[in-house]
């Protein structure tokens, strides 16, 4: 069975991860696209054998008419919660790019839509389905390191001038952007969620940064009294890279959160030291592959809804307390449910994609 997709925003990620990687995958086609520009619209359906385009004012229009069974959404955060719950209602499943919604509000409203409808609501964690990412739990679990302690990340990279991330008005900023992604490895890494966090955050004279901070730094304090800390910044060079300090030995992950590079896990026990490069292999295509055996198995996917509204409690937590300098508290759901080697798709990168602006 082949899962038909609706492509909602046709911007960068889209352009360079998404519609390369749907064509890989044996299971998902891209039949539809929708943007608020025709003339890319139109290159992009043609270069990717798309049936059907449609404007943002003709989104209700693609819903209705049996073109797509999903919708993958990569409009700025602001929009995901509309978009999303429009979808849901018409019987769309959904891949929504993180952080799911802008608030804790809006991610219930869209779980309870997807829900009331009978479909699958997904938020985009591709590592989930990433074999480095994977291997590194299997590690943890296995014992390898002992009992995990402390948990250290920095993200980062140069923000380009026009990003929308940069816009406090969809949300944007390194902690929202880059930062989640820390706070979702963790999560998983000690099986567990934050009690308690705080954080700092910079304003700089670069004009780049005149709506949202230019770094971000967080500590989460967790049960058993484990610790995790991180950096997400939009003006450094780029980086992606976290340890875990364990017991008796420590991982360090390089180019632990980007798409387009190799994972690196290295493993140290002692004087002993085992690196594991992992193949690079089209992670969006993993994703995609992934949400669609679900939906034609009917089995809801594990970074669901609830997975992204979690990670959305933790942001507002983490912004509340670099807003107020007073550590705040948290109580989460435990989760159930964490990324295991069933969920690894592996596929080989493609070179071909076109980049239109």
């Given amino acids: 069975m082949t899962i038909r997709y609706g492509v909602v925003g046709a911007g960068w990620i889209s352009q360079i991860a998404f519609l390369p990687g749907v064509g890989l995958t044996g299971n998902s086609k891209t039949t ?6 025709r003339e890319v619209s139109e290159r992009l359906a043609e270069f990717y054998d798309i049936e059907h385009t449609f404007t943002y004012d003709q989104y209700d229009e693609m819903l209705a008419a049996d073109v797509v069974d999903a919708v993958y959404i990569a409009l700025p955060n602001s929009m995901h919660a509309d978009y999303a719950i429009r979808a849901a209602k018409a019987g769309k499943h959904v891949i929504v790019e993180k952080p799911l919604a802008i608030s804790a509000q809006e991610c219930r409203a869209m779980i309870e839509a997807a829900k009331a409808a009978g479909v699958y609501l997904m938020t985009a964690y591709r590592l989930h389905n990433e074999p480095g990412t994977v291997h590194v739990l299997d590690l943890i679990r296995s014992g390898a390191i002992g009992d995990p302690r402390v948990f250290s990340s920095v993200f980062s990279f140069q923000a380009g001038r026009d990003n929308h991330r940069l816009k406090a ?15 979702n490895a963790v999560r998983h890494i000690f099986a567990d969620e934050p009690v308690e966090v705080t954080a700092v955050r910079n304003q700089t004279d670069d004009p780049r940064f005149s709506e949202v901070e230019e770094s971000f730094a967080a500590t989460m304090m967790f049960p058993k009294g484990r610790v995790a800390q991180f950096v997400a910044s939009f003006g450094a060079e780029q980086l992606d890279t976290y340890r875990i300090a364990g017991t008796e030995g420590e991982i360090a992950v390089e180019r632990a959160y980007d798409f387009q590079s190799p994972t690196i896990v290295r493993l140290t026990r002692g004087a002993e030291v085992v690196e594991h490069v992992f193949g690079q292999t089209d992670q969006f295509a ?6 669609s055996d679900c939906i034609t198995a009917g089995v809801a996917p594990e ?6 509204l979690a990670d959305v409690e933790i942001l507002l937590a983490l912004e509340e307390a670099a807003k107020t300098g007073a550590a705040q508290k948290i109580e989460l759901d435990q989760r159930r449910r964490h990324p295991d080697t069933t969920m690894v798709r592996r596929f080989a990168p493609t070179v071909r994609r076109l980049m239109v602006s």
């Fill in 32 to 37: 539809a696209l929708v943007s608020g520009n």
């Fill in 286 to 291: 993993g994703q995609t592959a992934y949400f």
């Fill in 303 to 308: 970074s669901c809804g609830e997975e992204g």
């Fill in 169 to 183: 008005s969809h949300w944007g900023g390194p902690l929202q952007d880059i930062g989640i992604y820390c706070v």
